[in-house]
């Protein structure tokens, strides 16, 4: 299975979730792919904001290797779960997509909420880590679940 987290930066939350996630699937064996994306392209090609690589270290996860990309139309190819942050990913990802098998793909990150953007607000950084850990176990848990 293959797995893409979306943001808007690809330095903030996505990497926090694809870093989470990475070292869940990594302690439990799977044989899951990881990875994240950003809508915009401003940061591409750069490492996560300092603020995102700080709070998973506290928690004991290395994302600083990890290198922002643009989300673009191969990534409906690639990647059977396609999770967005926030509402606004919702719709640039959708608009992409050509077909409802793509369409099908994309869901937002947290059932029926946003994550928030941390981006302008230093003090969001440990909430929004917290969000995303809880949210990668209950993930792990359901599809485990789908495939047995
Ligand atoms: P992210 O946060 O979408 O969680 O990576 C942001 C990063 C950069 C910008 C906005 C949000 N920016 O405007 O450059």
């Known amino acids: 299975m293959k797995i893409l987290m979306v943001c808007l930066g690809n330095i903030c939350r996505s990497p926090l979730a694809h870093g989470v996630l990475q070292h869940l699937v990594t302690k439990k064996g799977l044989t899951w792919t990881v990875d994240s994306a950003g809508t915009g392209n401003w940061h591409v090609g750069d490492p996560p904001d300092r603020r995102s690589i700080a709070i998973a270290k506290r928690y004991g996860i290395d994302i600083s290797r990890q290198r922002a990309q643009q989300f673009d139309y191969s990534h409906f190819y690639e990647y059977d779960h396609i999770l967005v942050m926030d509402r606004e990913n919702l719709r640039n990802v959708l608009a992409q997509a050509k077909t409802d098998e793509q369409r099908a793909r994309v869901q937002l990150f947290l059932p ?3 994550v928030p953007d941390p981006y302008f607000n230093d003090s969001l950084f440990d909430p929004v880590y917290q969000l995303v850990a ?3 176990e209950e993930l ?3 599809w485990r679940k789908d495939k047995q």
């Open 134 to 136: 809880n949210r990668c």
């Open 140 to 142: 792990v848990t359901e």
């Open 112 to 114: 029926d909420n946003e």
